[in-house]
Each structure stands twice: as C-alpha cells, then as structure tokens.
C-alpha cells in the first residue's frame, strides 16, 4: 500500500479533501473512532476489473455511469435529493498487470461565487485543495451558475469496493473439471528453499501454536477453517501436528481431497518421497491436476502431506486421510465430507483428527442464509462427543482462489487480495495463536486462530491457463 498523502491531488480534477464522518473517514476498531485513512489500497487485481467493480456499486444503486475514454475515469448521474448538487467521480490507476488503485470522489458543485465564501468557513479539518477539473464536470445542461468545487473521498464507497474485491467467497470447484494432462502442467519447486521433497528427511515443524495444545486429545477432533490458498493456514497445521505427536499422540491429519486420491497418497506416505514418488502421485492424480484449481490443491497443501510423511518417517504416528467429494454439492457433499471424516476416525479412534477445510464446512451450526444446508462440522458434532471448530483471524494479505467476476459467469483461479470482516481481522496488539471463545457462538466456532498477514499459495501444477468460462458446480466456502 502506498500513502495516502501522496495522492491527495486529483489529477485533472478535484482535490480531495478530508471530511466528516461517513465520507472521508473509516471506522478504526484499533482506536474505536472514525479517521481519514494514512495509505492507500492497492488491489491485487487488473484495474478494468476494480473499475468495473465499482462501476457495479454505482450501478446497483441506481446510478448511471459514464466511462471517459480508456476506461480509467467514470462518473456518475447526480445524486438525488443532495443539495447543493453531487455526483461521484472515479479515478483509476493501473500500478501493474495485477496492481490497481481505485478512488472514489463526491465531487460538489457550488453557485458561481460562492466558492470562497464556503473556503474561507471551512475548518481545518476539512481543508480542500483547488485544481483545474475536467470538461465533463463543467456546463452540466440544468445546472448553470453551478461549477464544482469540492471532491470528497468516499471511503464509505471504496469499502464496497474492498469487500467485493477482497471479502467475496472462494469456490471450490467440484465437478466438471477435468484433469489436463501432466505434460501440460509445469510443477513450482516446493521443497525448502527451492529444493526437492527430498532434501531433507526432517519435518519443518516450527515452534508450536499458542494456546492449541488444550485441545489435543486421543479421539478429538479439530476443524479448522479457511483461508486454503495461503501458506500460513498449512504451516499451522503442521505445527499443531508435530506438538500433538511430540506428545506420543497419534494425529490423523483429514484434508480436503477427494476420496477417491487415498490410494495415491498411501502410496506417496509410505514412499521416500523422491521425485519418482511426487511423479506417480501427481501423475496418477484427477485432483492435483484439475484445470481449474482452487486453494485445497496448493503448494502449501502438497508441502503438508510431504511434512506428514517425514513425519511418519521420523517414527511419529501419523494418517493422512482424503475426505471431500469428487463430484458432489450441496447438503450431498456435506453428508459425504461428514460420512468420509467419521469413516477416518473410526478407524483410527485414538487419534487426535485434525481436519483442514472450508469455512462453512467447519461450522458445527447449520446456517441460516442458505436454506437447510446442515454443515459436515455440524453432522459430526452430532456424532461425536468432542469436535471442536476454529475460524481464522488475520490481517490483510494474499490468497490463491476462484471467484466469480462480478459482471459475468467466468470463474477466475488466481492471486487475489483477501482482507478479514471486522469481526476475524487481527489487530497489531493481537499476537499469533488461539483465542478460544468463553462459549460456543452462534457461528459454530468455538475459538480462532490467528495467524497474521496471510500470503497465497498457487498450485504445485500450473496449468497454462487458469480463467475461463467454466461449468462446475462451486460451493461457495
């Protein structure tokens, strides 16, 4: 992110101006007041895709658009019933092929004259800079004797945009994606620091998880929920695993993959994890092949189950065990998770089971926003007599997932930025670790696991191409 006051001046246009409540300003829940944000957000997307994205708000409000030539500036109808008149004005900034500045103004017109009479009443607080304005903002039919004066940085509008860009569900995409063939894949070095699986037969435990180990427990088990596609969720795990198995308890960790893989990671567990071994798995597989690959096929995830068989190797005793649906949605895929994760407790009913999955799946409540959709995490609650689930809090960053664009039906697997709801975001006075609720809420988690900025984790098999119009039937995580 870039600082703000850098760009205080709108380039031919408007000055920006700090204001009150509701225009310039967000609510920091790290002081509880509302404030003129300090930096800029640079969204990791390309900028025709932000610009439209905030074109969509507008438009969703009832307001028309106009786009200026190059697609990088719009404005908008007036806004009803505002006196004197308004209308927004949107200013867009190509930063990269991925990199894009997005900023929305509340450009005010005043009567001819006035301007310095309002300047002058102006407090110090809401200082506003003069600069020339462009030939769209001037001689609006209906409006003579007005010119425009003040821009107002809507932060209230550029939230929108934050949470349409940064807060949308990722999918899992589930059917109707088939595998591409393995020469058509290239495979990102996961090993440590760029090397092979097997460089080293120790596992990369890392010290242990603040606060998890009072949930361990032989015949437990553990939900974790989102974000896949980062790093940080993965490396997680995997330190709960090796502090649970530092404790002589045997650990089935459950992933999200689809049944259907067990055979091909029993035989990759009980490899040496050479490269002969990361080829049979990779190559035999439907799952690590998928076109279009979502966060539970992430080089973070692949890098898990190989610590998992160094683990095993170290003489830990420790399962790895497949339990998604390949095809499957819907209250359908969630009786299949629930029935897959009971399947693999059964036959390790002494284990500590750590599952890693999506967010709704770990509920242990049904949801309420999706008719009567009864979560996995909530058909084993029923089942077993200790389950306990976690959401994760975290600080903006990075994440590899698919989403749906806003204006059409193509579905786009990439680098996206992800920011928390206010209620999972970390404050910096928040340390790493887990948080456990005094009381189950109604959500279904029954603590949270924080763990910091979050940085993406892309597939261990690139395709050649990862967006397109696609037929799969996503679940929304």
């Not at 439209?52 to 106009?66: F, G, P, Q, S, W």
């Not at 010290?207 to 553990?222: D, K, M, T, W």
């Not at 067990?262 to 009980?270: M, N, V």
Request: net charge negative; aromatic share 6%.
């Amino acid at each position: 992110m870039r600082r703000l006051g850098m760009m205080l001046g709108l380039l031919g246009c408007v000055g920006c101006a700090t204001a009150t409540r509701g225009i310039a300003t967000q609510y920091n829940p790290e002081t509880g007041r509302y404030e003129t944000p300090t930096r800029e957000v640079v969204y990791q997307v390309p900028a025709e895709d932000a610009m439209m994205t905030a074109r969509y708000i507008l438009e969703k409000n009832r307001y028309d658009v106009m786009e200026k030539e190059g697609g990088l500036e719009m404005f908008s109808s007036f806004i009803p019933d505002v006196v004197p008149p308004e209308r927004y004005y949107i200013q867009g900034e190509r930063l990269g092929p991925r990199q894009a500045l997005v900023r929305v103004f509340r450009i005010r017109y005043t009567q001819e004259g006035s301007f310095a009479a309002e300047a002058s009443g102006r407090s110090s607080e809401q200082l506003s800079v003069s600069v020339s304005v462009p030939d769209a903002f001037t001689n609006v039919p209906g409006l003579e004797g007005y010119r425009p004066a003040h821009g107002f940085r809507d932060m209230g509008i550029e939230q929108k945009l934050l949470e349409r860009l940064e807060m949308a569900p990722a999918l899992e995409l589930v059917g109707g994606n088939p595998p591409v063939p393995i020469r058509s894949v290239v495979m990102e070095s996961w090993g440590e620091e760029g090397g092979t699986p097997a460089t080293s037969t120790a596992p990369a435990c890392g010290a242990p998880v603040e606060g998890a180990s009072s949930l361990f427990s032989a015949g437990g088990v553990l939900l974790v929920a989102d974000p896949l596609g980062t790093q940080e969720v993965p490396f997680a795990a995997l330190r709960m695993v090796c502090e649970a198995t530092a404790q002589e308890l045997p650990v089935t960790l459950a992933l999200s993959i689809p049944v259907s893989e067990q055979p091909l990671l029993e035989r990759y567990l009980a490899s040496d994890g050479d490269s002969a071994a990361v080829q049979e798995l990779l190559a035999g597989s439907a799952f690590w092949r998928r076109t279009y690959q979502d966060g539970r096929s992430s080089r973070a995830m692949l890098w898990l189950v190989e610590q998992a068989r160094r683990l095993r190797v170290s003489g830990k005793d420790v399962a790895v065990a497949a339990i998604d649906s390949d095809k499957a949605h819907g209250n359908e895929r969630e009786a299949q998770l629930a029935q897959h994760l009971l399947n693999a407790q059964s036959k390790r009913p002494q284990a500590w089971t750590l599952v890693l999955t999506g967010s709704v799946h770990a509920r242990t409540t049904e949801v309420s926003w999706d008719g009567d959709l009864e979560p996995m995490g909530s058909r084993v609650a029923h089942a077993l007599p200790s389950v306990r689930a976690l959401d994760v809090g975290f600080q903006r960053g990075t994440q590899f997932a698919c989403r749906y664009s806003v204006w059409d039906e193509e579905v786009e697997c990439n680098v996206f930025g992800i920011s928390p709801t206010l209620e999972a975001r970390q404050s910096s006075k928040q340390a790493a670790g887990l948080n456990l609720f005094t009381s189950q809420q109604p959500h279904g988690f029954h603590g949270r696991l924080y763990l910091g900025s979050l940085t993406a984790s892309p597939p261990a098999l690139q395709a050649s191409r990862q967006a397109t119009t696609v037929n799969p039937v996503p679940a929304t995580k």
